[in-house]
């Protein structure tokens, strides 16, 4: 039976994940409203502008689901600004949404400004294969909580991590061919 994803479609790179869901043969749904999440497996939480993001989830009164949403233990896949928002992140005095799914505490555009974005390969752990990753304007986290493990670093900055159904990155997956990582957070869904 073929898996259902939500990508939460506010802002960012919405499509991009669409595209590369529906490669894998999944079946991939936008989501802007709160009946959206019912027949979800999973979400992701795209890149983008995490404050302009977190901002419309509260227009959109899309927080409280959320939150259930991870409550009901379901996977959720944060890339770069969506990390931002998966995090607990109280090292900087903010009132940008935080929804506090996975303990770690991040830097935002961590990596430097726009010029600054590149690619790489980088070792992912439960990957067997170096996994292509493009950092755009990327965030790195900080620190994570003793039950978060962290999944991958570049320039021993952690840019991947999981703590139970939450699974981050500071890149973007979906802008390459390499579907790994999304292989990976699929395989979380129970």
């Given amino acids: 039976m073929s898996k259902t994803i939500g990508v939460l479609d506010l802002q960012g790179a919405v499509t991009e994940h669409l595209i590369a869901l529906k490669n894998l043969g ?3 749904v936008s989501v802007k409203n ?3 999440f019912d027949a979800l497996d999973g979400l992701i939480i795209p ?3 995490s404050t302009a993001i977190g901002r419309l989830i509260r227009e959109k009164e899309l927080e409280n689901r959320l939150r259930s949403f991870h409550k009901e233990k379901k996977a959720i896949f944060g890339t770069c600004a969506g990390l931002i928002l998966c995090s607990t992140d ?3 005095t903010t009132d940008d949404l935080r929804l506090g799914f996975i303990d770690m505490e991040v830097e935002r555009n961590g990596f430097g400004r726009q010029v600054d974005s590149f690619e790489t390969s980088l ?4 990957i067997d294969q170096e996994v292509e990753a493009v950092f755009i304007r990327a965030p790195y986290i900080q620190s994570v909580g003793p039950n978060v493990k962290v999944l991958a670093s570049v320039n021993q900055k952690i840019v991947a991590a999981e703590q139970e159904n939450v699974l981050v990155t500071a890149y973007h997956p979906e802008l390459t061919e390499d579907y790994a990582v999304l292989n990976y957070f699929l395989n979380k869904i129970r």
């Fill in 90 to 92: 109280e090292s900087h």
């Fill in 26 to 28: 999944v079946n991939a």
């Fill in 123 to 126: 070792r992912f752990s439960g």
């Fill in 47 to 49: 890149g983008g502008e």
């Fill in 34 to 36: 709160t009946k959206d």
